[in-house]
């Protein structure tokens, strides 16, 4: 009986051996199917890897253009309000050399209306002498 035994138990061995071979070769040829689906993972990973990284700059590249843009916007709007301050001044001292004008004008105006009254009495006063002077025969 224990040669049956020890028979039994080396038959046992084998059939573990081939059914450990029989599941060795499996994994083997089962790693290899797998291997082809990893490879298309990692390609299509890197595929997204890639895209992310185009999408980054090119985000980053209109993040510096808007902040470029919005630099020279703000250099222009400053310029304009300087302009603006400038043509304000402008206009303010045009505004009192004209006031200044209408004051000269306004006391030539009354020197002006003053010489016409002194002319207008000196008129008369020649005219009546003249007429007066022509009655007597001077």
Not at 83 to 95: A, I
Request: net charge neutral; aromatic share 8%; with cysteine.
């Amino acid at each position: 009986m224990s040669e049956q035994e020890v028979t039994f138990s080396t038959g046992r061995f084998h059939k573990t051996s081939g059914w450990q071979n029989q599941v060795r070769s499996q994994e083997t040829h089962g790693s290899r199917k797998c291997s082809v689906p990893w490879q298309l993972i990692v390609i299509a990973l890197g595929i997204l890897c890639t895209f992310r990284l185009v999408i980054f700059a090119v985000l980053v590249t209109n993040l510096f253009q808007y902040s470029q843009e919005k630099y020279e916007l703000q250099e222009t709007l400053t310029r304009l309000h300087q302009n603006c301050r400038t043509m304000k001044n402008d206009v303010d001292l045009k505004e009192e050399l004209l006031r200044n004008k209408t004051i000269e004008c306004s006391a030539g105006s009354d020197l002006l209306e003053s010489l016409n009254k002194e002319q207008s009495k000196w008129y008369r006063e020649t005219k009546t002498v003249l007429d007066s002077s022509q009655h007597t025969g001077i």
